[in-house]
């Protein structure tokens, strides 16, 4: 009779299937990955894949899972708002296979769905509602862990009393997604004047009270008609 396996070994187990899984769809596609593949990948029979996994969007799920808990526990090393922007701008290694898209304070190698693979995830995102509700509560989740942490920043007085913590929350995630996107396709666009401009930027908005930009005080926009 086959000795019933320890809780770490199952562990161990499943994160080896979703770390295979996730090379697979980097390497074909989300499409073109299938789940005789990722067995191969992973050394596993179909009906080892199936016990664990009956489909690719629970595959999706599960690596969505995986990449927030690690999100939420570099998060919570993140003591001051240097830290917080540090995450959103630091830059990703040239090397590293997930960078760009979806990456976080440069844990691009240990993160499942960063990389090339979320680019195919935020498409099929628009034809797929299974796959649209996970990237949903996973972006969630990591956009209310980054809102608690501003919020903190700006209780010790770290930033501006009137910032509003969701609002900068989504500031820093688009800026961060943005310039992954754009080291994807040019890298050498994110250089240290960028990083210097993009911190500059945040910088700014966290420290200037809000109120100091409302649209009463900027200048006129007013073009002429050609």
Known sequence: MPRP???EHEAARRAHILRAAAACFRQRGLHGATMASICKAAGIGTGALYHWFPSKEALIEAMAETDLALI?????????FEDLIQSAIGPPAASDHNSGLGNVGGLGPELLLAGPLAFDLFAEASRNPRIHAILHAHYSGVRATFIARIAAARARGDIAADVEPAALGILIGSLREGLGVIATIEPAFIDDAMHRLARAMLESVAHRPVNAMSPDTLPSRNVEAP
Not at 72 to 80: D, K, N, Q
């Open 5 to 7: 396996r320890s809780a």
């Open 72 to 80: 939420r526990g570099f998060a919570e090393r993140l003591h001051s």
